[in-house]
RNA sequence: GCGGGUGUAGUUCAAUGGUAGAACGGCAGUUUUCCAAACUGCUCACGAGGGUUCGAUUCCCUUCACCCGCUCCA
């Protein structure tokens, strides 16, 4: 069983990160708080480097993003536009199977007749061993005793045990090795235990009820699910049932996953605010302010790297789900496709392989932006030592879409706890989600706030005059569709089918004053997932045996030099010998404005390499008699010592910074 | 949130109804001319609260934290 080994991995690396000062559970003393951790020495630094890697990547090395440093509580109108508050606040039961969710205490009474079914099993495994039997060169007999049984009973499971008992002698080796393999299958077959249930309204057809349960258990993993204990019960005015998906609702439960506070010194209502449960919202809201300052014309981004807080319901895995987080995200804002077909005559398509040579281009649509930032950023996690090999991919399924977004690629780690597939294959854990999210933000911010979150675009005014008529109807229309259909989805319960047409129609008008709303891609980034994942791919360890036979392991953090805490380790060969010492310490000075080092003259300098290797200081820089002249020819050199390999070289002093900056930088 | 498991130095582990021991680490010193050398000394712990008991780290209860599974989350 590999489960324990990757247990014993994390637990590793959970220990090494407090032995080395790296994280530590916040509040130990008084016994820990759950969901919260503390960076050490080591990890404040490593963290410190990742968010300025980031920073410096996403804004001060391209000329089209803008950065922002939002406060942490917002206006609590915020949290309604975004529609945290609606989802995140009240007592809500969730369908499991649309996962739609309504408030406990306004459930809607049905009456029907309720299908329960106590759990599935796959039915894959059953149809691959029937075509197994069919298609070999199995004898017509033995084809013609599954035929019968499969007819006779209902269960197509039991109906292959039937079959495979009365096979299993045959003398039909292909038949009788069939007949152990069913057996044995059927033993592994995946099977769940959870019930479901479906209200039946009169009149249905009781295949719908059936056809729910079956996508439910897909959606658990069991392929072609069998369902399992059929039974049905009639119902009177039952509020256990989602009024739209008819399905039984799970237990009501607080989702209140964002942290209320008051502000003010009075509790009142008045004055709740919530701590912002993700940063990008602050982004919308300063959309406007950002545009004007920066001198940025769309498009262009706006990043920020901030803490974010969410009352999780189970942090887990260290790091990785945390109540009190930190985030790194881009609005990357963007002409919606109508718009770039006004402009550009056509939307721009990118194949794969196009991007890592292309920068981005005018006509450029949704999708090659989004392309575009999937690939900008698995370069990123590559120049950080995030090796391709070690992420993963997840293309959101329109399921698991939010329903204003478009595309959603979710860039993955493989991190110790990571789940293992059917096939043993690792999928990983996100690390950032690349959403395409339309222009549902800033639409919704210009319905809450009352304020036009448009932006005018003086070329697409001059475009759209010289177009053709039908093609000014067909962008319009086009345009006018997605508009309605957003404002439909989101209407307010006042809002009547009317006022939303008009509403789009103003919107669709705009185009050809130069006016649209724009369209966002929001690569968004866990800073402590990222810790840890840094972490977990630095983690190696290395088994030495010395002359006596004795072994020893020694744990070497391969990090980055560009993300490692600390850039070089500086030595006195000896530390009685105050002319080492005192060299060393100038190394130390000339080396110290520009990078973190740390100095060390304790114990053997075989010990000092290893606490460094167990740092994943990257470089050691060694004073030794050869410094000091003692051989004229090497005076003022150093030893250097490379951390992965234990390889040495010898260094000019003043040559030393320049050398170190260009690895580390 | 539910179920199971675990809490002893910084780390990894012992022992015990009579108040805790090792290894490694850390610190100081002697020594040491390149990969955790050796020697000496020192430092550091029974997660918290309550109960039973003459006495609890040990038994019981509560709580907190961590790990695993489900759930949740993305």
Redesign the pocket.
């Known amino acids: 069983m590999a489960?324990p080994k990757?247990?014993l991995q994390?637990?590793?690396i959970?220990?090494?990160c407090?032995?080395?000062g790296f994280v530590f559970?916040?509040?130990?003393?008084?016994?820990?708080?759950?969901?919260?951790?503390d960076y050490g020495p080591l990890g404040a630094e490593l963290k410190r480097n990742v968010k300025e890697l980031w920073w410096n990547a996403m804004t001060r090395q391209r000329d089209d993003v803008a950065g922002l440093e939002a406060t942490i509580i917002m206006s609590p109108k915020i949290w309604e536009a975004s529609g945290h508050v609606a989802?995140?606040a009240d007592l809500m039961r969730?369908c499991?199977l649309t996962?739609k969710?309504v408030r406990a205490d306004q459930v809607e009474p049905l009456s029907g007749v309720a299908y329960h079914f106590s759990g599935a099993k796959s039915g894959q495994i059953v149809n691959e061993l029937n075509d197994q039997l069919m298609n070999e060169g199995a004898s017509a007999a033995a084809k013609a005793v599954l035929v019968e049984t499969m007819a006779r009973l209902k269960d197509s499971e039991e109906a292959l045990v039937a079959a495979a008992t009365m096979l299993e002698a045959s003398n039909d080796k292909v038949v009788a090795q069939w007949a152990r393999n069913v057996f044995k299958q059927l033993a592994d077959n995946k099977k769940?235990n959870?019930s479901f249930s479906y209200l039946l309204l009169q009149g249905k057809n009781p295949e719908s009820a059936r056809k729910a349960a079956r996508e439910f258990y897909s959606q658990?993993g069991i392929e072609m699910p069998l369902l399992l204990d059929e039974s049905t019960e009639k119902m009177e005015n039952s509020t256990d049932y989602h009024p739209d998906s008819f399905v039984h609702l799970?237990?009501p439960?607080p989702?209140n996953?964002m942290f209320k506070t008051y502000v003010g010194p009075v509790e009142s209502e008045d004055g709740i605010a919530y701590l912002r449960?993700e940063t990008a919202q602050a982004i919308f809201a300063q959309f406007k302010n950002v545009l004007e300052t920066s001198r940025q014309k769309v498009p262009f981004g706006i990043a920020q790297v901030g803490k974010a807080f969410?009352n999780?319901?189970?942090?887990?895995?260290?790091i990785f789900?945390?109540r009190e987080f930190e985030q790194m995200e881009l609005e990357f804002f963007i002409k919606p496709d109508e718009v770039i077909e006004a402009i550009h005559g056509s939307v721009a398509s990118v194949s794969d392989s196009q991007l890592s040579t292309l920068n981005p281009q005018p006509n450029w649509g949704w999708r090659a932006w989004h392309q575009y930032w999937v690939e900008e950023r698995v370069r990123f996690y590559e120049g950080i030592g995030l090796d391709r090999s070690t992420l993963g991919f997840?293309q959101?399924t329109p399921a698991?879409l939010?329903h204003y977004a478009r595309a959603?690629t979710?860039i993955l780690f493989k991190f110790?706890?990571s789940?293992k597939d059917e096939n043993g294959n690792v999928a990983g854990?996100?690390l950032e989600?690349i959403?395409a999210r339309s222009d549902f933000d800033l639409s919704q911010h210009q319905r809450f706030s009352g304020k036009p979150m448009g932006v005018f675009d003086d070329e697409l005014r001059a475009a759209w005059a010289k177009l053709p008529k039908e093609k000014q109807d067909d962008l319009w229309k086009r345009y006018y569709d997605n508009r309605k259909n957003y404002l439909t989805k989101c209407a307010k319960p006042d809002e009547t089918a009317e006022q939303i047409s008009r509403q789009a129609t103003d919107d669709a008008n705009g185009l050809a004053k130069g006016q649209y709303i724009p369209h966002v891609i929001e690569p968004?980034a866990g800073v402590d997932r990222l810790i840890l994942a840094l972490i977990a791919n630095a983690y190696s360890e290395e088994t030495?045996t010395?002359e006596k036979g004795k072994s020893?392991?020694?744990?070497v953090m391969k990090f980055h030099p560009r993300v490692a805490p600390v850039k070089a380790g500086i030595?006195p060969?000896?530390?009685?010998?105050p002319e080492l010492v005192k060299k060393a310490q100038e190394v130390r000075e000339l080396l110290r404005p520009w990078m973190n080092v740390f100095y060390?003259?304790?114990?053997?300098?075989?010990?000092?390499?290893?606490?460094q290797?167990?740092i994943g200081t990257p470089f050691?820089v060694?004073?030794?008699?050869?410094?000091l002249g003692?051989k004229p020819e090497l005076l003022d050199t150093?030893?250097l010592?490379?951390r992965d390999?234990?390889?040495?070289e010898r260094l000019k002093i003043s040559e030393l910074r320049d050398w170190l900056l260009a690895r580390i930088r």
Request: aromatic share 10%; with cysteine.
């Open positions: 489960e990757e247990n994390m637990e590793k959970v220990s090494l407090k032995r080395r559970q916040s509040s130990e003393i008084y016994g820990g708080i759950n969901g919260f951790w989802t995140f969730e499991p996962k969710r769940s959870h658990a799970a237990e439960r989702f996953l449960p969410r999780e319901v189970t942090p887990r895995n260290f789900r945390s997840h959101q698991e939010a959603c979710d110790p706890f789940k854990d996100e989600g959403a968004s030495k010395d020893e392991t020694t744990v030595f060969l000896l530390k009685n010998k060390d003259e304790a114990g053997s300098i075989g010990r000092r390499y290893a606490r290797d167990e050691c060694t004073i030794d008699f050869d410094t003692e150093v030893t010592r490379y390999d234990g390889r040495q």
